[in-house]
């Protein structure tokens, strides 16, 4: 309910009437992706200009969050603002560019930032291609609260960065995670989520129970988990916006966990493990009726489901050794995809379709990585005593993940790296931090 | 005398356990902590020098079984274990039991909690082999969430890598 409200508030407009020079010819400011970039773009993105007294109080923090997202990001360097010719006092004055082009800002983000009194806020911004002369694209406006001051900074940071990349941002969005305290022996987990740069941390459960790996629904307004709050591993089902939930199980002496939405947002698939053997099913969260993927002696485990939700990659020790498998999401014949050495695990398909991240334990070290979807052209992104559990990015090209520590003091955190393997980063969490999970764009 | 308490106390617990519909308490986070009974000269009901207590079963029958990395077969030291554990099942039927299988840190959450569920069951089918009513065992698995010895080695790993019968109904049980 909220996050409809928020969604609404937050509508971007095209500005009209462009000044003259931005109906150029689009200038060669450009980030290819693909092969990862090695050299970030400089870019400068001056404080934003205050058109009203209340503007005067969230410029800044406005402008940090879009500078933060885009630095992170790897793919931009900002230019430290005491090396600026220039001062941006006015939107809609012109832009000086021979001030920005001599000290080599390839691009740069002007902003009018304006209130009202009942706390809305409206944005208008611009990109500009600096050594063009012109604008990337046309003027924005974007309105929205001061309460969701952050979301607006992550809104105008995923417009420049799309605007740069030709993709989808990832910025405006948000990770459900496990926040932990306490003794490695005795650990308290809760489940927490927060925006994906670690700020605005909420829980949505107490810590009387062990709960683990939660994730979220294709729309982001529920979260699956798996909680003992009944003494067993037990999948649950939590809405996002009332934080309530219930769980999915019959109650019959079964453990079940590792669950996953199907792109329908109505069929989940999870592992049940009854008798020793633990086997993948799927139940439909409105007719309630459950259905038997696998039934084989071996562990099947950790699925998840191609974007278009025609296939299930899973985890499957049937020759011994956990290995990657991929099958149709009705069940059926498997066709393993892993064949590297060592072992591999919690496959998850990117939202864009074309790679497969998982974790792989080999030779006494753990790693993150991604393969094609035959199971082709394997990377490994990460390497440390223990990384696991990757979740994409909604873009597809970050991959968020949990890495712990070794011995007797040793935690886990959440770290987050390209898919092209370069910028490794902390996530800062308030706690230490398992399990990430990450949404979709919030609408 | 012993006797005597030792039937005394399972009535006791039948009782007690007639009280809980399903006959299962919750699963024990913390079960392997050695228990804090204070032992001194006579049988003090429910603690470890009573023989028919929970207590006497963690720390004198031997409430827990190990296993070789990655596997859920039983050994023959754990075999013997089990079988002293069901000869004190069968001989306390006021007890009933969950059983936890845990892993080690090496390996994935998910795998792990497959894998403990294995090392439940091996242990669960081995005490019904033995004459043990399946109705009074359950299974639950920890997966690597609550290791008992927290270094990153194999003389952590080794004590890790169990399943331990955690009794539920009866006096003293923790």
């Not at chain 1, 995670?177 to 909420?202: C, H, Q, W």
């Not at chain 1, 067993?232 to 590792?258: C, H, I, N």
């Not at chain 2, 031997?62 to 990655?70: H, K, N, T």
């Amino acid at each position: 309910m909220k996050i409809i409200t928020i969604a609404a508030m937050l509508a971007a407009a095209a500005l009209t009437a462009p000044p003259a020079a931005a109906q150029q010819a689009p200038g060669p400011l450009r980030i290819t992706l693909e092969q990862g970039v090695i050299e970030p773009l400089p870019i400068a993105i001056p404080t934003f200009v205050a058109e009203d007294a209340g503007a005067e109080a969230i410029v800044a923090e406005l402008t940090q969050v879009v500078t933060d997202d885009l630095v992170n990001s790897g793919l931009f360097r900002a230019i430290p603002a005491d090396a600026f010719i220039s001062r941006v006092a006015s939107f809609d004055a012109p832009v000086a560019y021979a001030d920005w082009k001599a000290i080599n800002a390839q691009a740069l983000v002007t902003a009018g930032v304006a209130t009202r009194g009942d706390g809305a806020v409206t944005v208008r911004f611009r990109l500009h291609d600096v050594f063009s002369d012109g604008e990337v694209g046309e003027g924005l406006q974007f309105a929205g609260t001061t309460t969701e001051l952050r979301r607006l900074g992550h809104k105008i940071a995923d417009e420049i960065y799309s605007r740069l990349t030709g993709e989808a941002g990832y910025f405006d969005s948000r990770v459900v995670f496990v926040s932990e305290t306490g003794p490695k022996n005795a650990r308290l987990k809760r489940l927490a989520i927060m925006d994906y740069d670690g700020a605005n941390v909420r829980y949505l459960t107490d810590d009387s129970s062990i709960v683990l790996a939660p994730r979220f629904s294709p729309r982001g307004d529920r979260v699956l988990y798996t909680s003992y709050a009944s003494g067993f591993p037990e999948v649950y089902l939590l809405d996002v916006g009332s934080v309530t939930s219930q769980p999915l199980g019959d109650g019959s002496s079964t453990m079940s966990f590792a669950p996953r939405f199907a792109p329908d947002g109505n069929t989940v698939v999870y592992s049940l493990s009854s008798g020793g053997n633990t086997d993948l099913y799927t139940l439909d969260l409105a007719t309630g009726a459950r259905q038997r993927l696998t039934s084989a002696p071996s562990i099947e485990t950790a699925p998840s489901y191609s974007p278009d939700g025609s296939q299930i990659v899973f985890e499957s020790d049937r020759t011994g050794i956990p290995q990657i498998y991929v099958m149709p999401a009705s069940g059926g014949e498997a066709r393993r995809i892993s064949s590297g050495e060592g072992r591999y695990g919690t496959p998850v398909w990117s939202p864009r379709g074309d790679l497969i991240a998982f974790t792989k334990q080999n030779a006494g070290r753990f790693h993150i990585g991604a393969m094609r979807t035959d199971g082709s052209d394997e990377r490994l992104l990460t390497a440390s005593f223990l990384d696991e559990g990757p979740t994409w990015a909604p873009n597809g090209r970050v991959i968020m993940f949990t890495r712990e520590t070794q011995g007797e003091d040793g935690a886990p955190d959440l770290w987050s790296v390209d898919v092209t393997g370069r910028n490794l980063r902390r996530v800062s969490t308030p706690a230490f931090a398992s399990d990430p999970s990450w949404s979709p764009l919030l609408p | 005398m012993r006797p005597m308490i030792a039937a005394t106390l399972a009535a006791a617990t039948l009782l007690s356990a007639c009280t809980n519909p399903t006959g299962f308490g919750p699963g024990s986070g913390a079960a392997g902590a050695p228990g804090a009974q204070g032992v001194a000269g006579g049988i003090v009901p429910g603690s470890a020098s009573d023989p028919a207590s929970a207590a006497y079963f963690q720390q004198t029958v031997g409430d827990r079984v190990l296993f070789a990395v990655d596997q859920s077969t039983l050994s023959g030291e754990a075999r013997t274990a089990l079988t002293r554990q069901a000869r004190w099942l069968q001989q306390n039927p006021g007890f009933t039991a969950v059983i936890e299988g845990h892993a080690d840190e090496q390996g994935t959450r998910e795998y792990n909690l497959a894998l403990g569920a294995r090392r439940a069951a091996a242990a669960q089918e081995f005490l019904v082999s033995q004459g043990i009513a399946s109705s009074r065992l359950r299974t639950v698995t920890y997966g690597k969430e609550r290791p008992l010895e927290i270094c990153s080695s194999e003389a952590c790993y080794a004590q890790n890598r169990r399943a331990v019968t955690v009794l539920a109904g009866g006096v003293g049980s923790v």
